[in-house]
T-cell receptor
Framework: NAGVTQTPKFQVLKTGQSMTLQCAQDMNHNSMYWYRQDPGMGLRLIYYSASEGTTDKGEVPNGYNVSRLNKREFSLRLESAAPSQTSVYFC????????????FGPGTRLTVT | GENVEQHPSTLSVQEGDSAVIKCTYSDSASNYFPWYKQELGKRPQLIIDIRSNVGEKKDQRIAVTLNKTAKHFSLHITETQPEDSAVYFCAASIAGTYKYIFGTGTRLKVLA
């Protein structure tokens, strides 16, 4: 099992460019999450998907969109990148209702210039 | 809204001493409290967790205590070693959702 995988590992964008961060899990988990991590701010939830076919906003959704493509994949899209979106992005998954432990991917370090 | 406060933000201890990190949460209905360790450039890794129906849980040198009345929980690391140096995050579940709120992290340095 690869667990939770993310691509790319690193990305540099110019202001106004768009890109999609990819996340996949092979653990048959129902719930998936996108977080951003900034220095001194901990992990903040951007969007999550409780189960296939559903998505909901987290604490900091502005400037992002998500797609739960199927049970395995959950992508995060930046339509028009801004310097404030420079961060490390983590995807996570958990089995589903009644379970609690989240499993994190390796992260994507994004810089917007 | 829901909030988790974590203290201290940095902590230095001598090797072999104990370290304690504390978190306070706002949602009295939270029922799950994990602790994560994150080494530089790596993903957060779950090291221990506790549910609201338990007051304390231990795993070798690591323990977590929960005080539901006061709405705070703590991570205790005994006999610290240099490899314990990392950033530690607490989190709390948000009742009725699939979401979690994270603390802002504690950078622990174990001095040899």
């Amino acid at each position: 099992n690869a667990g939770v995988t993310q691509t790319p590992k690193f990305q540099v964008l110019k202001t106004g460019q768009s890109m999609t961060l990819q996340c996949a899990q092979d653990m048959n988990h129902n719930s998936m999450y996108w977080y951003r991590q900034d220095p001194g701010m901990g992990l903040r939830l951007i969007y999550y998907s409780a189960s296939e076919g559903t998505t909901d906003k987290g604490e900091v959704p502005n400037g992002y969109n998500v797609s739960r493509l199927n049970k395995r994949e959950f992508s995060l899209r930046l339509e028009s990148a801004a310097p404030s979106q420079t961060s490390v992005y983590f995807c996570a998954s958990k089995p589903g209702q009644g379970t609690y432990e989240q499993y994190f991917g390796p992260g994507t370090r994004l810089t917007v210039t | 809204g829901e909030n988790v406060e974590q203290h201290p933000s940095t902590l230095s201890v001598q090797e072999g001493d104990s370290a304690v990190i504390k978190c306070t949460y706002s949602d009295s209905a939270s029922n799950y409290f994990p602790w994560y360790k994150q080494e530089l450039g790596k993903r957060p890794q779950l090291i221990i967790d506790i549910r609201s129906n338990v007051g304390e849980k231990k795993d070798q040198r690591i323990a977590v205590t929960l005080n539901k009345t006061a709405k705070h929980f703590s991570l205790h690391i005994t006999e610290t070693q240099p490899e314990d140096s990392a950033v530690y995050f607490c989190a709390a579940s948000i009742a009725g959702t699939y979401k979690y709120i994270f603390g802002t992290g504690t950078r622990l340095k174990v001095l040899a």
